[in-house]
């Protein structure tokens, strides 16, 4: 049996599969595999912010090798970037081999490496650990958040700024600062006023 390792670049997929040898295989997402889709409905703030997840059209054919691998694999190794990111990729990818049911009698492990050197990679594979739900929480949050925000505000900035490409999370926190400091100077009235210097004893 194999064991199904899975990075995000094909790059680091080539090198890390010399280091560990013919029982492991090792097969690259290309980055994300799921978003939300651009249309209403995909986050619901009244169904506990439930959201809709559509799998990305180039990553099809990636994910059916995936999961063609998994199915025969004795254990697959989540081994994308050690970042939200990548925690994200992990558990995105976990839960369409989940949905696929592809994972009978498969162990699932997540381990991360900051360096692509035999050394560190063996020492990752030696201390596996479950995906950090915390960081999917950050990373569900941060997605949620720009959706509810950007597909509002979107739309505006496309009215007043045409070739204005989209508008999320940090984008409307400028916009606040932008509209306040603006306010301000509207409010602002004009007084007449002296500076007067004096030199006293």
Same mark, same amino acid.
């Given at each position: 049996?194999?064991?199904?390792?899975?990075?995000? #670049?094909?790059?680091?997929? %080539?090198?890390?599969? %010399? =280091?560990?040898?013919?029982? =492991?295989? *090792?097969?690259? #997402?290309?980055?994300?595999?799921?978003?939300?889709?651009? %249309?209403?409905? #995909?986050?619901?703030?009244?169904?506990?912010?439930?959201?809709?997840? /559509?799998?990305?059209?180039?990553?099809? %054919?990636?994910m059916s090798?995936?999961?063609?691998?998994?199915?025969?694999?004795?254990?697959?190794?989540?081994?994308?970037?050690?970042?939200?990111?990548? /925690?994200?990729? #992990?558990?995105?990818?976990?839960?369409?081999?989940? $949905?696929?049911?592809?994972?009978?009698?498969?162990?699932?492990?997540?381990?991360?490496?900051?360096?692509?050197?035999?050394?560190?990679?063996?020492?990752?594979?030696?201390?596996?650990?479950?995906?950090?739900?915390?960081?999917?929480?950050?990373y569900l949050?941060?997605?949620?958040?720009? =959706?509810?925000?950007?597909? $509002?505000?979107?739309? *505006?900035?496309?009215?007043?700024?045409?070739?204005?490409?989209?508008?999320?999370?940090?984008?409307?926190?400028?916009?606040?600062?932008?509209?306040?400091? /603006?306010?301000?100077?509207?409010?602002?009235?004009?007084? /007449? =006023?002296?500076?007067?210097?004096?030199?006293?004893?």
């Amino acid at each position: 049996m194999t064991h199904l390792v899975i990075v995000e #670049s094909p790059a680091k997929a %080539k090198t890390i599969n %010399k =280091y560990l040898g013919r029982n =492991y295989e *090792v097969l690259a #997402s290309f980055g994300h595999v799921r978003d939300l889709p651009s %249309k209403d409905g #995909s986050v619901d703030p009244d169904a506990d912010f439930a959201m809709l997840w /559509e799998l990305d059209g180039k990553a099809t %054919k990636r994910m059916s090798d995936i999961a063609a691998a998994a199915k025969g694999s004795e254990t697959v190794i989540l081994a994308t970037d050690p970042d939200r990111e990548g /925690e994200a990729i #992990s558990w995105h990818i976990l839960e369409i081999l989940k $949905n696929r049911r592809v994972l009978k009698d498969v162990k699932v492990e997540r381990v991360t490496f900051n360096a692509i050197t035999k050394q560190a990679v063996e020492e990752a594979m030696a201390h596996p650990r479950p995906i950090d739900q915390a960081l999917v929480d950050a990373y569900l949050a941060r997605r949620a958040l720009d =959706y509810l925000v950007g597909f $509002n505000l979107s739309p *505006v900035l496309w009215r007043k700024l045409p070739g204005a490409r989209s508008a999320g999370r940090v984008q409307s926190v400028a916009l606040r600062l932008v509209c306040d400091r /603006e306010m301000e100077i509207e409010r602002f009235v004009a007084r /007449e =006023y002296w500076s007067l210097v004096a030199t006293l004893r």
